[in-house]
């Protein structure tokens, strides 16, 4: 596509339910990264994903967390058992190779209630 | 942690001044990146320095970077309102990691 494409845009969810966030990346986008945003806040670095190395996964904030990159594309965040605390936007980027820029997509605004 | 610490925090200036960023960091990189956000969602790079690089100018940016004492600054010359936004460093380490600092909010006065 022509950019990085998060899905859904916004999710409401009761706690202790589990989600799942979407991002497609750019096609050929070797790099896949998860970052997590509170409001006013700066961007907490979640997972990393680089080709078919396996991923840097010491930004997850607990084992309720998890991701998965499937073919070197697409990737999933699933959160399980979520607590109002994970409410924030969840934010993918994708870069091209390393030492270049990442492009972001629109993010996901997940609100726990 | 390799993470970036922008300063000043909040930043407001009138329209037509310059605006400058810093930003600072704790272990060896392999480039810093600039960003900036608007209405809180995705972001859109602005410029990016290697770690063999002192100064980069795009536009009305200028970005100077000092690995000697891990900081760097961005400029922004001749602000527009369209320049209110969160602005971020971001950092690559040599783990390939690309680390976010803090951000700092600039708002453009008229």
């Known amino acids: 596509g022509a950019g990085v494409s998060q899905s859904p845009s916004n999710k409401v969810t009761e706690k202790g339910k589990d989600v799942e966030l979407r991002c497609d990346p750019i096609?050929?986008?070797?790099?896949l990264y998860w970052y997590r945003q509170s409001l006013g806040q700066g961007l907490e670095f979640l997972i990393y994903?680089?080709?078919?190395?396996?991923?840097?996964k010491s930004g997850l904030p607990s084992d309720r967390f998890s991701a998965e990159r499937t073919g070197g594309s697409v990737s999933t965040l699933t959160i399980q058992r979520t607590q109002q605390e994970d409410s924030a936007v969840y934010l993918c980027?994708?870069?091209?190779?390393?030492?270049?820029?990442?492009?972001f997509g629109q993010g996901t605004r997940l609100t726990v209630v | 942690s390799q993470q970036g610490e922008e300063d000043p925090q909040a930043l407001s200036i009138q329209e037509g001044e310059n605006a400058t960023m810093n930003c600072s960091y704790k272990?060896?990189?392999?480039?810093l990146q600039w960003y900036r956000q608007n209405s809180g969602r995705g972001l859109v790079h602005l410029i990016l320095?290697?770690?063999?690089?002192r100064e980069k100018h795009s536009g009305r940016l200028r970005v100077t970077l000092d690995t000697s004492k891990k900081s760097s600054s961005l400029l922004i010359t001749a602000s527009r309102a369209a320049d209110t936004a969160s602005y971020f460093c971001?950092?690559?380490?040599?783990?390939?990691?690309?680390?976010f600092g803090k951000g700092t909010r600039l708002h453009i006065l008229p």
């Open positions: 980027a994708s870069s091209s190779q390393k030492g270049t820029e990442a492009f």
């Open positions: 096609s050929g986008h070797t790099a």
């Open positions: 994903f680089q080709g078919n190395s396996a991923p840097d």
């Open positions: 272990t060896s990189i392999n480039n």
């Open positions: 320095i290697r770690s063999n690089e």
């Open positions: 971001a950092t690559e380490g040599r783990d390939d990691k690309i680390i």
